[in-house]
């Protein structure tokens, strides 16, 4: 009976290592990244350092659970966008915001390659280094002149000149760029 047990938990814990490793690669095909939640103390400075004014317009491409855009309308005043393909993520930070009682956010699952972002004052992302160069270059086309774009652990090549500072926190660098 034991053999069983552990015959069974041992097939569990393969599948589950299968799992996360489909998620893992998933994101480079889905033009993303697998969910890696920022720490909180890390958006506090990040954010902090942005100067984010009421009213402005923060989107959160690949929101996870929705602590960063979340930070920036509850601390900024921002106007929130978090976009998120996970459907339960998406519904955790629904469900949260609400909680919280902010209302000035909204959390949609879309494609955001087909998006519009002309309207964002700041776009903060996390994603492979490929699908990063590819949003430095949807986001200069589209979006106007002073958009700032957060990108977290990857430097956006393209964009060198750009490049208003690179920030690390907690052995993490985030690269901020001005359009």
């Excluded at 960063?68 to 993520?89: D, F, T």
């Excluded at 903060?124 to 280094?129: A, E, T, V």
């Excluded at 990108?151 to 985030?174: C, G, H, P």
């Amino acid at each position: 009976m034991s053999e069983l047990i552990i015959l069974t938990l041992l097939v569990i814990l393969a599948a589950g290592v299968c799992v996360w490793c489909v998620y893992m690669l998933a994101g480079e095909f889905l033009g993303g990244a697998a969910f890696v939640p920022t720490n909180q103390k890390d958006i506090e400075k990040l954010l902090e350092k942005l100067k984010i004014k009421p009213g402005q317009v923060f989107y959160d491409l690949g929101s996870g659970d929705g602590r960063v855009v979340k930070h920036a309308v509850k601390n900024y005043q921002a106007r929130g966008i978090g976009v998120e393909i996970n459907p339960w993520l998406l519904l955790w930070s629904r469900l949260t915001s609400k909680k919280d009682g902010l209302t000035n956010i909204k959390f949609i699952s879309q494609d955001f390659w087909k998006m519009n972002l002309n309207n964002a004052d700041y776009i903060y992302f996390y994603m492979s280094p490929r699908s990063a160069e590819k949003l430095g270059k949807k986001v200069q086309k589209e979006c106007r002149r002073g958009t700032v774009l957060i990108s977290k652990a990857f430097e956006i090549k393209t964009m060198r000149d750009k490049l208003v500072e690179a920030v690390l926190l907690n052995d993490k660098r985030y690269w901020i760029y001005k359009i």
